[in-house]
């Protein structure tokens, strides 16, 4: 049997069985972070002569108990009557969590790699005890000793208390290569650190198939929950999109706040809008994302808190009533639907002044602001940073005519960022946005090549391009930072593709180029073919 006593010595869950059977749930414990304990401790009883097994110690630590008891029993046999043990407490362990050795370091989205060390849980354990002894001990006083350890290890971390820390798991199937994980693991650390979380291990786990209710094995599982609370991680964020059910299951077993790729992506997108247009689009990706996750929310842990995830209009309506959220996704759809015809009426206004248009996309962080900028004189935020900008901005620029030289003028426009599977929700969303792609008379494909998945870069928007249904304009494709790069990385790029435009937006380079190139282009996309 176990009992569990808090620091009052009040008994508040006696369970049948070991401690790692009758541990209490982690959404039932207190969530203080990694520098205290759960002011909970664990007095079990044990018919064999042994100290605690892993198992009972993995337990404790998963959670953080301030000490766990166990008590070997010697009996003298069942009793006929009752079915109870007789005997007495032949010997006592003791055991608690130690501070680890070495510190957790923050990890930066560059130098994060699906192969970060995980620390693993330490324990003391006391030789055997004798009753009179373990009731010498001072249970306040080594809490508080222990938690005052804790305390100066997680110092040195420094985290920004309005930041959100975070472990990152990632699965690796057989659909894709060592090196794509890794960029996908290294992306969403970057769009962690973006939305404003502290990325502190990933854990990683390599499977045929997802599991259906967990995504990872039930080992796996237990081990993120352990690393979770051994870090002070207060939400987990996994690498690909979770269905209700999973999210709904791994909260239950790991103790914290569990989101996916998409939710993460939603939360930026809540912080970067600035316009109407934009603000009205993220609230309807949102809520439309929500709404079927809303069953369970708030019977066992509340996720208005703050942080990633819980930023925008979802943070006052995840536990409204779904009929609620229907009706306002249908007003939402609504304006949309305006915007939507509103734009269209600008566009063909300035096609009815036959000024060519041109639109400017790209993998998100390319730098297709900073071109805008450079080209046009225009003030737009720019950031290293992804999806710095969201909303679209048009400007004019000028140009040689192909033919005669002279000046003509063209709209330019840039797009929000794409991304890797971007999120079905964002692409229903942001029509309205991404409609400038396919109305414009012609595209500039702008790839940033100083990220090392360059290629894959160019592929991921192609493919979103295909999916568009219009077919956009011909392009062209400009391959930018080229100042960032060494020679074999550019001869590369210029082998692969010999037509492209090779350019430094900050620098200002290859800029006349270019505007020659886009001449060339507006003649062949505006001519009767």
Known sequence: MCAYLNRRGQVIRVGVGSPRQTQIPLLELPRYGAERLSGIRCISTHLKSEPPNEAALTSMALQRLDALVVLNITGTGFQKRGGGATGYVKEAYLAHLTAQESRVAIASPASLTASSNIPSPSWNISPPLSLDVLTDQDFLDLVEALEADFGRQFVAQEVDADRDSVLIVGVFTNDTTPQQFQDTLAELARLVDTAGGDVLQTVQQKRSRIHPQTVVGEGKVQEIALTAQTIGANLVVFDRDLSPAQVRNLELQIGVRVVDRTEVILDIFAQRAQSRA?????????????????????QAMSRLGGGIGTRGPGETKLETERRGIGRRISRLQQEVNQLQAHRSRLRQKRQHREVPSVALVGYTNAGKSTLLNALTNAEIYTADQLFATLDPTTRRLIIPHADTGETQEILLTDTVGFIHELPASLMDAFRATLEEVTEADALLHLVDLSHPAWLSHIRAVREILAAMPVTPGPAIVAFNKIDQVDSEILALAQEEFPLAV????????????????????IEYATSPR
Do not use: H, W
């Open 278 to 298: 934009g603000k009205l689009q993220v609230e309807l990706a949102q809520l439309e994302y929500m709404l079927p996750r809303l069953t369970g929310r708030g």
């Open 502 to 521: 090779f350019i430094s937006a900050s620098d200002r380079l290859g800029l006349e180029t270019l505007r020659q190139r886009l001449a060339l282009l």
